[in-house]
């Protein structure tokens, strides 16, 4: 059901977002009479402070957010399950130094961090993805690394190592396919991470200013003081959208752990559930 | 009858491991010898605790040891290095106590029978490959091996899965078995077969097998000659009729009352 | 009135795929106050199911006919409340060795307290009820004071014992509580049990793959073959004449080491 639900949220956005670039979708210049217009049925969710459709600004924003969130999230992905795999297999001093990185990057402060990163590099969305895939891959190292731990423990690892196998072929042959269902389940959660710090970080402008998404949206209704005008249209739905996006990401990762950890099938038997029956014979 | 492996007064200890830095040492196989012949199957019996572990451990190359010596087919196993040491993980196959979790169950038979052969580069080409399963299929009874190669081992039965683990092994012609346990997670009425098997390897492929085990009537019926160990020393060894019958130590004669239902107490 | 009645047991259980799975056919089994009774059969031959039938502990996936009644309540059909009073205060269970139902964060006496004074144990008294368990089961008085990681399979295994008799059962019931356990330690454990039981009069099912341990008890022993109970009666009896070719094949691999015993 969530993971419906999930999978239909994301593919709705998918297509808006592919959408925007298709069809050539344009808000349209700037248009004095309609500053802050409420929705019409010309305009279903209203203009902004430059007279301009809100709706079509939520179409177009979404592409940037998702593939920010995207790529940003496969960046942290990539670095914190290879260097958590690395760490979890090693043991002794190399895991140890990972260790004590992914330490280092998870009390690294996101806000004043993304602030010097643009300070130094200027900002842009390739900035941003690289800021936040940084920001996020120590989380996934430490899962990674916490399974890889105790699934190189497991009794067929063992018995591949008295085999004879390289690291190489257990690394690949065993310890990888055992981690990738956790992989994806914590990668649908750094996607929602990475929106949600996308549109902090556009919202306090460190992400240029160039790019139209609903970060820079919510930025731009804040400063034009569109809660004043009471132009609730503006800022409510692209902040319904991170909401919805980061929602059906969460619902994705929990129905993916629920598929792929039996475990957390369980029913309280105190209370008779199974059924009675009258007759002997079979159901 | 020339012995195949040799522990010559072997010793292991282990750091205990304390609040600060490491704390005494604890001996846990203490001046263990014992010989398993060509053709020969030999049990290790001992309580959990005992070493027999920690001396199965050692005798495969996995645990380092502190005193004493190894030998296989004369070879000391400590001055092995490289290629001696990789063919050593040929040459010595590990049968696990518990063969649901001993193999990957992501893999397919198929896919758990070829892992060794390619990881030491066994079989010049792929249908010899498929040729040297089937026959370690059809030596343990998995037959025809074109019923068993595509399965995952959850559509195994726990007997089934002990086969395949013992067929992998012989794919990759060892000279010596190391079975930790073999039945004691199976079954009764499938112990035997297994059993059996470890039996027909030896008569007809005279193969040597050390059976490391607490379950006592599977020592019994298999093993030439049996070890028994208590506290990480050998306190017994013999023909196994011999020590069954008349055991001369006080361990050995709670351990088989124990067995055969009698009072311990 | 016997401590459990059971009557025309079925137990089905819908597997994953909705195949239906017969677990426990038709099974009718009796067991007096005091009285022992042991189950022996393989893995997947119902004897866990039908256990767990007792107490009424069967998953959303299993549908039952038949009837079930221990100590004076109707297992199946009884009222909820009932039922709940049967478990733990009437029929206490012993789970396997390697399950280890005990917390690992917290001291064997603190588990123990905490327990009694759940059930309603007056709490100023419960620790001297705790330190009495704890001799019961012949464990040292300074156990109380450990972790379960610090004590050996054998002493957990005592302690989840003592666990069980901590409400005065009347029945009690036992998962293979050996297994997994080594030769010495494992005779020990049923040893323990059988004198407990003796020494507490309750009334005992044992179920088990191994019939060496069974050789050590009296009473009643059912031989359970893919659900159905295929030999029923006094133990003494089956081990010595035993009627279904199942049973005669497990006592074939009995072992006899021959072990001449000097006298005494």
Not at chain 1, 26 to 47: K, M, R, Y
Not at chain 1, 171 to 195: E, F, K, N
Not at chain 2, 97 to 106: G, H, I, S, V, W
Request: hydrophobic share 50%; aromatic share 6%.
């Amino acid at each position: 059901m969530k993971l419906k639900a999930a999978l239909t949220i994301l593919g709705l956005f998918f297509l808006a977002a592919l959408s925007g670039p298709l069809l050539g979708l344009d808000p349209g210049p700037i248009d004095v009479q309609h500053i802050f217009a409420a929705p019409s049925a010309q305009n279903w969710l209203g203009s902004d402070d430059a007279g301009r459709d809100v709706l079509i600004q939520l179409v177009i924003g979404a592409l940037p957010s998702l593939v920010v969130g995207l790529s940003a999230a496969a960046v942290a992905i990539l670095i914190g399950g290879t260097v958590g795999i690395l760490a979890g297999y090693s043991r002794g001093w190399l895991d140890l130094v990972l260790l004590r990185i992914m330490d280092y990057f998870i009390v690294v402060p996101a806000l004043p961090f993304a602030m010097v990163i643009t300070a130094i590099w200027g900002p842009g969305l390739g900035h941003m993805i690289v800021v936040i895939g940084i920001l996020l891959w120590s989380t996934t190292a430490r899962v990674v690394r916490a399974q890889v731990k105790s699934g190189r423990e497991r009794l067929y690892v063992q018995r591949a190592r008295a085999l004879g196998a390289s690291h190489f072929h257990i690394l690949t042959r065993h310890i990888l396919p055992q981690v990738l269902p956790l992989i994806g389940t914590t990668g649908s959660l750094a996607v929602a991470l990475a929106i949600l710090t996308q549109a902090a970080l556009e919202f306090f402008g460190l992400a240029g200013t160039g790019v139209l998404s609903w970060g820079t949206m919510i930025r731009f209704a804040f400063q034009r003081d569109a809660m004043l005008n009471d132009a609730w249209w503006v800022v409510i739905p692209p902040g319904l959208c991170i909401c919805l996006v980061i929602t059906a990401c969460y619902w994705l990762a929990q129905s993916l752990e629920q598929k792929l950890n039996p475990r957390l099938h369980t029913t309280d038997l105190r209370i008779r559930s199974f059924a009675l029956r009258a007759s002997a014979e079979k159901p | 009858m020339s012995a195949l492996l040799e522990l010559k007064s072997v010793r292991v200890e282990f750091a205990a491991r304390g609040l600060f830095g490491e704390g005494p040492r604890v001996v846990a196989v203490d001046d263990a010898s014992l010989t398993v012949g060509r053709g020969e199957i030999v049990a290790l019996i001992g309580a959990s605790g005992s070493g027999k572990t920690t001396t199965m451990r050692a005798a495969l190359g996995l645990q380092p040891i502190d005193a004493g010596e190894i030998l296989l087919s004369g070879q000391a196993l400590g001055k092995m290095t490289g290629r001696a040491l990789k063919d050593l993980r040929r040459r010595v196959q590990l049968i696990f106590q518990d063969p649901t979790e001993a193999l990957n169950p992501r893999m397919t038979v198929d896919e758990i029978m070829r892992e060794g052969l390619s990881i030491h580069h066994i079989g010049a080409s792929a249908a010899e490959r498929r040729q040297m399963i089937a026959e370690a299929l059809g030596f343990v009874g998995l037959t025809p091996p074109c019923d068993f190669l595509a399965r995952h081992p959850h559509r195994l039965s726990g007997g089934q899965r002990q086969r395949v683990a013992i067929a992998a092994a012989l794919a990759l012609s060892p000279d010596l078995l190391i079975a930790d346990e073999p039945v004691s997670m199976l079954d009764p009425s499938i112990r035997a077969g297994i059993l059996d098997l470890f039996a027909r390897l030896r008569a007809e492929r005279q193969m040597s097998t050390l059976m490391v085990t607490h379950d006592l009537p599977s020592a019994y019926h298999l093993a030439d000659r049996v070890y028994v160990m208590n506290n990480g020393r050998i306190v017994e060894q013999g023909a196994t009729r011999a020590v069954f019958q008349a055991p001369r130590h006080d361990y050995t004669k709670t351990l088989i009352r124990a067995a055969s239902g009698r009072p311990v107490a | 009135m016997p401590a459990i009645e059971v009557e025309k047991l079925n137990v089905w259980m819908q597997a994953g795929d909705g195949r239906i799975i017969h677990a426990v056919k038709n099974a009718n089994l009796s067991l007096g106050n005091g009285g022992q009774l042991a189950i022996i059969g393989e893995s997947g031959s119902g004897k866990s199911t039908l256990l767990m039938a007792l107490l009424g502990l069967l998953p959303p996936n299993a549908s039952v006919s038949g009837r079930v009644i221990v100590n004076g309540v109707d297992v199946f059909e009884g009222p909820e409340a009932a039922l709940a009073g049967l478990r733990w205060r009437e029929v206490a269970m012993v789970f396997q060795a390697s399950s280890n139902p005990l917390s690992p964060v917290h001291m064997i006496g603190q588990q123990l307290t905490r327990l009694l004074v759940f059930h309603g144990h007056d709490p100023k008294r419960a620790k001297a009820r705790m330190r009495e368990l704890l001799d019961m089961v012949r464990l040292p008085a300074q156990c109380e004071q450990l972790y379960p990681h610090q004590l050996s399979g054998g002493m957990r295994q005592r302690v989840v014992i003592a666990f069980a008799l901590a409400c005065q059962p009347k029945v009690l019931l036992a998962d293979e509580p050996t297994t997994a356990l080594d030769p010495i330690v494992q005779a020990e454990i049923i040893e323990l049990i059988l004198a407990l039981r003796q020494s507490l009069d309750l009334a005992l099912v044992l179920v088990s793959h191994d019939l060496a341990l069974v050789g050590r008890m009296q009473g009643d022993l059912a031989v359970m073959l893919a659900g159905d109970i295929v030999e029923y009666g006094p133990v003494t009896q089956l081990m010595t004449k035993p009627k279904h070719e199942h049973l005669r094949t497990l006592l074939a691999a009995l072992p006899d080491f021959g072990l001449v015993e000097e006298p005494a």
